[in-house]
């Protein structure tokens, strides 16, 4: 009995002629999206996205007014690097879509460990205070979390 192996999906994906064609778009937006994050400032990429590439034309779908009226302002500086980088690009479409999850502020920063040594120092502290008091239970969390 003849064993059969499983095939990559990748040799899938391209003997299928319209799946084909689908990845190679995916592709090209993958692409684009990663050009259009390079060209703009990190505010308008988290407030925007490369929504769709046909006929030369990228759509770009923003999350308010004011970000999709800025990138119609970069529209041509981003034409000129989306051709440089080697997509062929002729127009920049810039499309309101609320729903696009973005954030005003920046991501949060992840918080810094605690060193022995400051471990050391707050389980101090926090044995020094009073039994029961506040800042000694927060204390001795703090410490019990960082480990």
């Known amino acids: 009995m003849k064993r059969r192996f499983a095939r990559p999906i990748v040799d899938c994906l391209q003997d299928d002629g319209a799946l084909s064609r689908l990845t190679a778009h995916a592709g090209q937006l993958l692409k684009l999206q990663r050009i259009y994050e390079d060209a703009v400032p990190a505010m ?64 949060p920063k992840q918080a810094a460990s605690i060193g022995i040594r400051q471990k050391q120092a707050l389980t101090s502290l926090a044995e020094q205070l009073p039994e029961g008091d506040r800042l000694g239970v927060a204390l001795r969390r703090l410490v019990e979390r960082s480990r």
């Open 44 to 107: 308008l990429a988290r407030s925007s996205r490369i929504a769709n590439l046909k006929l030369g034309r990228v759509v770009i779908h923003a999350a308010s007014g004011a970000v999709a009226s800025k990138l119609r302002q970069l529209a041509p500086r981003l034409i000129d690097r989306f051709v440089m980088e080697g997509c062929k690009t002729t127009e920049i479409l810039v499309k309101v879509q609320p729903s696009i999850t973005t954030s005003s502020r920046p991501p």
